[in-house]
């Protein structure tokens, strides 16, 4: 099938009304299927246009010069000029961009500039369902031929008055009037933004005509590198401006100007028409433009024009959009004979296979191809009625809604990765601080933070634990403040608290957070102590807590220590990190990834045993679980005088004896220990029936986790007035008898003894310790009661608000990091006390050295007693353990009262086990 049969197809409509009906000469659908198809732009590449030359008939021209004498004479059929508007002009949608000249009346002055300027204003209207084609070479070349310069100035006056004009062009300045009145900062403020509205203008319009910034002035630049007129000649784009002038360009060949003023006008087309992968609406052009000119002769303006285009296309080397249509006599002699209408895609396909040819050999007339009615077709002139060209519809990822639609999609897939990253109460700041946070899988917020942008936890009923946070934070910009106005001579390190601040199933009015609440308080508390020291003290440290989340049961800890490491990479002053709560394979796993990064971990509660063999830069603040299994064995044989014993163990929801190295190890200590003894060692799950516990006479031990206590104590509500004599509860127990909703519940005559790790640090023992002048229980004592730190303030005279297990523990591991920081900073300062501190001075690992040196002879003395360890392990030696005994456990007014006890309260003391 011949290429033309489809667009011919195509072309023809609908039967029209003998009145509207176009009467082609014969091959006038041949002609106007090649012009379809020269339209429609390909979807690859683009094509190169010929100029169609259409002979017209000696009768059809003497017919036009009667009509233009007033003669009025049938039109001849074979003229395409009327069918060709109506063809390009009467598109239902899209149109092609086109403009329609007549050479016989041409307009303006009737030369080559005057036919461009009225074929860029036809081209440049917003008019054919498009967007406009927007020329930027062509206005500035037609602009400077309108310019005249006065003669006989100074050549400086004649270019300063043309880089007026020029920068005017780009955008006229208004004039202001130098600024006057107001104070003298008003005024020089008014001066200055009046210099830069004048001065910077004239800098880029200077740097844009230099043609030495590339982003800068590229339409400038261009003129410099085209080849007509010579411009090197002129160094410089102005001076290359003043000969295109009026007057200034009498001296330069009228041909050379009109070859520019047509390429500059080519040029701005082909940029028209560039596609370019960013930019969608590039390829919204479909449809070449085209240009129709009528009663051209090779003698007239119409034929000039002809030969100009010609011998740019040919000189330039360089192809251009623009599809020429002209009509007039005889073409130029130098071309062969004329082709009929009928054959016009044989006439073009010929003359695209020899226009390589021709540009070479720069024949003249290279461009054209000329057709003419077919004088052999005897037959009636087509009476088909032609339906008018539309553009092709653009690409469908060209339209104008993709750029909204893929804005969207972007927006919504950055809003999902963003919900997926972050969430409320969980992003980062906008004001700057030490926040790095993310969504993990189950919602939870995993990461750290320094500043009261980020607060972790949002549930009901933890308010004590968002009080905290707020308190460290505001006491973090303090301790910054004190340093600078200290001139940064204080020590300034970093501690992170790291625990699971998130994801507890809890009611609104119960506090889930307990033990983490009361690590953050006695970390608070260290640096509130040291925010209290004189401001002349020098040696003394100031401290900023950084506050992470690993999540619940410490599942993101790997998550979290990533961040971390990256905090201690940029961060120096990061030495340490206290917290971790529980032990697990997944805090085992952190304390391998921050032995790696390099940070020394104090652990205020942890106790599996042998968990110091993950970091060789741990330490461990409270006995390990071999120590309170001596202690539960001392007491019952001692104090209990039983030799049988049932054990009940619990692991979190979600959680497998394996992973919670805490029970496990508890476990195995009790059954090695006790042997045989244990008569009964099972696992318990909420919903368990304990009635075969009723009236137990043995040692009845909860081996499990303080969340599932509460279910376990409800349990043996059934056993009514006859519960077990001897109940005994690990250390974890403590966290519920730290939550007075919980304990509200329970039976109220099953007493309950349970282990503690902290003791030594009960609000009567500090009473106690600060009668005798304990110095540091005392100070401990009197911090917890101050009225700016803890809310409520402890163990103030005439209220029941106890200090909490772990605020002492807490205290303790962030203190002893203190005081190993301000003994290497005496050491380094002993020179010059008064010298700057330079946190780079000291790192991590050499704080954990000097922990271990200072712990090497008599031992840290501790709030919750005496911390020693050995030069080859993390866990303390004889650290002081307890068990507390309540008897009524819904009642939270009576503290409880310690009843046995293990390990060294003071240097001074035995470490033998016994009643209190």
């Known amino acids: 099938m011949p290429r033309s049969e489809v667009p011919k197809r195509e072309l023809i409509g609908q039967r029209q009304s003998p009145g509207g009906r176009d009467r082609l000469p014969p091959g006038g659908l041949e002609f106007f299927a090649l012009l379809a198809r020269l339209l429609r732009r390909p979807r690859r590449g683009d094509r190169r246009l010929p100029l169609l030359w259409l ?3 000696e009768t059809q021209i003497r017919s036009d010069t009667l009509a233009r004498s007033d003669t009025l004479v049938r039109a001849d059929t074979s003229d395409l000029m009327v069918p060709l508007r109506r063809f390009l002009g009467q598109g239902p949608r899209r149109r092609v961009p086109h403009a329609v000249l007549d050479a016989d009346v041409p307009p303006g002055a009737g030369d080559v500039p005057a036919l461009l300027r009225e074929l860029h204003r036809q081209l440049s209207l917003e008019a054919f369902g498009a967007a406009r084609l927007r020329f930027r070479h062509y206005p500035l070349a037609d602009w400077l031929m309108h310019q005249s310069l006065t003669f006989g100035v100074d050549a400086d006056d004649s270019r300063a008055a043309l880089v007026r004009r020029l920068r005017d062009r780009r955008g006229p300045r208004t004039p202001e009037a130098l600024p006057s009145g107001g104070d003298a900062v008003s005024i020089v403020s008014q001066v200055l933004l009046w210099l830069v509205r004048r001065a910077v203008p004239s800098v880029v319009f200077r740097a844009a005509v230099s043609g030495r910034v590339p982003v800068l002035g590229r339409h400038y630049t261009w003129f410099m590198r085209q080849q007509y007129l010579a411009p090197r000649q002129s160094v410089t784009f102005l001076g290359f401006a003043e000969r295109l002038t009026a007057g200034w360009r009498d001296g330069e060949q009228p041909d050379q100007v009109n070859k520019l003023l047509l390429h500059a006008f080519l040029e701005d087309l082909r940029q028209a028409y560039r596609r370019r992968p960013w930019r969608p609406s590039d390829w919204r052009r479909t449809a070449y433009p085209a240009l129709l000119l009528d009663h051209v002769a090779p003698g007239n303006v ?3 024009m002809v030969r100009l285009i010609g011998d740019v296309r040919t000189e330039t080397g360089r192809n251009d959009p623009l599809l020429i249509v002209v009509s007039g006599g005889q073409p130029p002699p130098e071309l062969p004979e004329p082709h009929p209408l009928t054959e016009a895609d044989e006439a073009y396909d010929e003359w695209a296979e020899a226009l390589p040819e021709m540009r070479r050999l720069r024949r003249p007339a290279a461009w054209l191809v000329a057709l003419r009615p077919d004088d052999t077709d005897t037959g009636p002139p087509s009476r088909g009625g032609m339906r008018p060209f539309s553009a092709p519809d653009p690409p469908w990822w060209s339209r104008r809604f993709l750029p909204a639609a893929l804005s969207l999609v972007l927006l919504a897939a950055g809003g999902v990765w963003v919900g997926s990253r972050w969430g409320p109460g969980c992003h980062p700041s906008l004001t700057g601080g030490r926040i790095s946070v993310e969504v993990a899988g189950s919602g939870e917020c995993v990461g750290y933070s320094d500043n009261a942008a980020q607060v972790f936890n949002n549930d009901p009923g933890q308010d004590g634990l968002r009080t905290i946070q707020q308190r460290i934070f505001a006491q973090n910009r303090a301790a910054e403040e004190v340093w600078q106005r200290s001139d940064r001579r204080r020590p300034f390190l970093t501690l992170v608290y790291l625990g699971t601040l998130t994801g507890n199933r809890t009611r609104a009015d119960e506090e889930s957070y307990v033990s983490e609440r009361e690590e953050l308080e006695g970390m608070a508390t260290a640096q509130y102590a040291l925010l209290k020291e004189s401001a002349g003290a020098d040696g003394a440290a100031l401290l900023r807590i950084v506050v992470a989340n690993g999540g619940r049961q410490m599942r993101y800890a790997d998550r979290a220590v990533a961040m971390l490491a990256e905090l201690a990479r940029d961060d120096p002053t990061v030495l340490g990190v206290v917290g971790l709560v529980e032990s697990r394979t997944s ?5 391998r990834e921050l032995n790696k990064v390099g940070l020394p971990v104090l652990a205020p509660t942890l106790s599996a045993d042998k968990i110091d063999a993950n970091s060789r830069l741990y330490l461990q603040i409270s006995a390990p679980n071999a120590d309170q299994v001596k202690l539960v064995d001392a007491y019952a044989q001692q104090v209990l005088k039983v030799d049988q014993a049932h054990v009940y163990y619990t692991t979190l929801e979600g959680s497998t004896l394996s992973e919670d190295l805490y029970v496990n190890t508890l476990v195995d200590g009790l059954r090695q ?3 045989t003894r244990i008569t009964r060692l099972d696992k318990w799950s909420t919903g368990q029936r304990l009635t075969d516990e009723c009236g137990y006479p043995g040692l009845l031990f909860y081996a499990g986790r303080w969340s599932e206590f509460d279910g376990f104590l409800r349990a043996l509500r059934e056993c009514g007035a006859n519960p077990p004599r001897h109940l005994v509860a ?11 909703g ?11 003894t349970y282990v503690s790790k902290a003791a030594l640090a009960t609000c009567a023992a500090l009473r106690a310790a600060q009668d005798r002048r304990d110095d ?3 100070s401990f ?9 803890l809310d409520p303030p402890r163990c103030r005279p005439g209220s029941e608000q106890q200090v909490g297990e772990r605020v002492s523990l807490a205290y303790d591991a962030s203190m002893m990091l203190i005081r190993a920081v301000e003994s290497l900073a005496a050491r380094l300062h002993h020179a010059d006390p008064r010298q700057r501190w330079e946190p780079t001075s000291v790192n991590p690992v050499a704080v954990h050295a000097e922990v271990l040196r200072q712990n090497a002879g008599q031992g840290y003395p501790g709030v919750a007693g005496l911390i020693r360890f050995t030069p080859d392990s993390g866990e303390p030696v004889d650290k002081r353990l307890a068990l507390m005994r309540v008897e009524q456990v819904p009642d939270v007014a009576t503290a409880p009262v310690e009843v046995f006890r293990c390990g060294v309260a003071d240097a001074s003391t035995p470490a033998a086990c016994g009643p209190a």
């Open 55 to 57: 002979v017209r008939p």
């Open 302 to 304: 119409g034929g000039e």
């Open 587 to 591: 805090t085992a796993r952190a304390l």
């Open 673 to 675: 220990r006790f042997g």
């Open 730 to 740: 690990d250390d974890s127990a403590n966290r519920y008898m730290a939550n007075p």
């Open 742 to 752: 919980l304990r509200a519940a329970a039976p109220g005559n099953l007493p309950v």
């Open 776 to 778: 540091a229980r005392a």
């Open 781 to 789: 004592l009197s911090w917890i009661q101050a009225d700016d730190l």
